[in-house]
C-alpha cells in the first residue's frame, strides 16, 4: 500500500526568538533536563539558534549519515529517511521532494540546522529560556510515553469535549466548534489533574473547525506526531464520548484524502478534538465529525498550518468574526467516464450550490440536483458526488457554501475534460 508523507514543511519551522545579543559561546541545549555536549558549539544568525545535527539528532535516536556523491545528511528512524543537501532549499523525504525555508549548512566543519528542525518527526518540544540562554528540548519519547497522556478532556459553559496536546508547555489543538461562543473552560488531563486557569486562544481556522488554545501549564506530554498511514492500517480513536474521559476504540483507516482521514474507530459527542493514532501511539489525526456510518479526523498537517498569530482571551471569542469563504480544493477523480467531485468541507454549511459553464469564463449556472429534486447539493467523502464527462468538450465548474443562510463567493474554476 502506499504511503503518504504530507506537510513536512512543518517539520521545518524556525526557532524564531529575540536573541541576537547572546553570544554564540553562551548558549545551551538541553534534552529533558539533561545539558547535551557538542564537539562544535550551536551558534546564533539572524536571530536564530543554529545546532550540530548530527549531535541532537542521535540523541533523539535518529542515525545520521554523510552521503559524500551527493554532499547531503541522511537521517534516519523508524522508517523516516531525509536527505538534506547542503546549502539547498530542497529536501528529500522518503523519495518526496519538499521545499524549506532554511537549508542544511556548513560551520566549523559541522554541518547545523534550525533546533525547530527537530520537533515535530521527533516528537520534541523546544523552547528558548532567555534568563540562561538555554534551548529546552522536552521528548516525550525519550522519556517513555504514553499516548493517552496528550489528549485531555475539556469542558465549557457550552459544550464537552477534547482536546490533543501539542506542546508541553500548553499548546492544545481542539475543534472549533467546541469553543464557539464559549466564556469559560476547564481541562482535565489523564493524571486527574485540573486546570481551569486563562485560556488564550493563539490559532483559528474555523472554516476548517480547527483552534488553537494555550494555558498556562507546564510539564504536559505532547503527542509525538505522524504523517505517514495507509488505508487498512489500524489506528485508535481517544477522546472523551459522552464525557467518559479518555476512551479509547480501535479500527482501522477506510479513506483519506488531503482534507479528512476516515476510519472505522467510533467517535461520537464529546470526541471532537480528540486523537486519531496509528499502531506506533503517533498522532495522525484530530477527531472532528461523524455521520452515516464515517467518522472522521483532520489530517494533523492540516492542524499544525493554523499560524500562532493571535492571542485572544476566551472570554472576547464572541468577538472574533467567522466568515467563511469559498470552498477550498475543488477537484475530481476520473472512473468510468464519470468524474466524481470533492472540495474540503467548510463548517457550518448548510449545503452548497455547484455551478457549471462551457468555458472558463462563461456564465456560470446552478447545477440541478436531480436525486434531491432541487439545486442543493452537500458534502460527502470520498467524493460529494458524480458527474457525467463530456467525450467532446470540457466544462468548468465552481462551488460555494452556504453557512448562516448566505452564501460564500464561489470557488475558484475546476476544468472537467477527459
Not at 479518555?246 to 470526541?271: H, L, P, R
Amino acid at each position: 500500500m502506499k504511503r503518504i508523507l504530507k506537510g513536512f514543511f512543518l517539520f521545518l519551522l524556525l526557532f524564531s526568538c529575540s536573541i541576537q545579543t547572546v553570544s554564540a559561546a553562551s548558549v545551551h541545549v538541553t534534552l529533558n533536563g539533561k545539558q547535551l555536549s557538542f564537539d562544535t558549539p550551536p551558534y546564533i544568525e539572524n536571530g536564530r539558534v543554529l545546532v550540530p545535527m548530527r549531535g541532537v539528532l542521535e540523541s533523539l535516536g535518529y542515525s545520521v549519515h554523510w552521503v559524500e556523491h551527493t554532499r547531503s545528511v541522511l537521517a534516519m528512524k523508524d522508517g523516516m529517511n531525509i536527505s538534506l543537501p547542503l546549502n539547498n532549499k530542497t529536501v528529500t523525504v522518503n523519495d518526496e521532494q519538499v521545499s524549506v525555508d532554511v537549508p542544511a549548512q556548513l560551520h566549523d566543519s559541522r554541518t547545523f540546522v534550525p533546533l525547530r528542525f527537530l520537533a515535530e518527526y521527533s516528537g520534541a518540544d523546544v523552547q528558548w529560556d532567555e534568563t540562561s540562554s538555554t534551548v529546552l528540548i522536552h521528548s516525550a519519547e525519550a522519556e517513555g510515553y504514553q499516548k493517552e497522556d496528550a489528549v485531555v478532556y475539556i469542558q465549557t459553559n457550552k459544550m464537552q469535549g477534547s482536546g490533543v496536546i501539542l506542546s508541553a508547555n500548553g499548546l492544545i489543538a481542539t475543534n472549533f466548534h467546541l469553543i464557539e461562543n464559549a466564556s469559560a473552560m476547564q481541562f482535565i488531563f489523564n493524571n486527574g489533574s485540573l486546570y481551569q486557569g486563562n485560556t488564550t486562544i493563539v490559532g483559528l481556522d474555523p472554516q476548517q473547525d480547527i483552534a488553537l488554545l494555550k494555558i498556562e501549564k507546564k510539564g504536559l506530554t505532547p503527542a509525538l506526531i505522524s504523517h505517514q498511514y495507509a488505508v487498512g492500517d489500524p489506528v485508535t480513536a481517544i477522546g472523551s464520548p459522552q464525557g467518559v474521559r479518555n476512551t479509547a476504540t480501535q479500527g482501522s483507516i477506510s479513506g483519506f484524502d488531503q482534507d479528512v482521514i476516515s476510519a472505522t474507530a467510533v467517535i461520537a459527542k464529546g470526541s471532537s478534538g480528540g486523537g486519531l493514532f496509528d499502531a506506533s501511539d503517533r498522532i495522525i489525526g484530530m477527531t472532528s465529525s461523524y455521520g452515516n456510518g464515517q467518522y472522521h479526523s483532520i489530517p494533523m498537517a492540516n492542524v499544525l498550518q493554523v499560524p500562532q498569530n493571535l492571542s485572544i482571551p476566551l472570554n472576547e471569542l464572541k468577538n472574533y468574526p467567522y466568515t467563511p469563504t469559498a470552498p477550498k480544493n475543488l477537484r475530481f477523480v476520473k472512473k468510468n467516464n464519470y468524474a466524481y467531485v470533492s472540495w474540503s468541507p467548510v463548517y457550518g454549511a448548510e449545503h452548497y450550490y455547484v455551478y457549471t459553464a462551457n468555458s472558463e469564463k462563461g456564465s456560470y449556472k446552478k447545477l440541478k440536483n436531480t436525486t434531491l429534486g432541487s439545486d442543493i447539493w452537500y458534502w460527502g467523502f470520498p467524493q460529494s458526488f458524480g458527474i457525467s464527462i463530456n467525450p467532446k468538450r470540457p466544462y468548468y465548474m465552481k462551488v460555494s457554501a452556504v453557512v448562516n443562510g448566505m452564501e460564500t463567493p464561489l470557488s475558484p474554476p475546476l476544468k472537467i475534460s477527459r
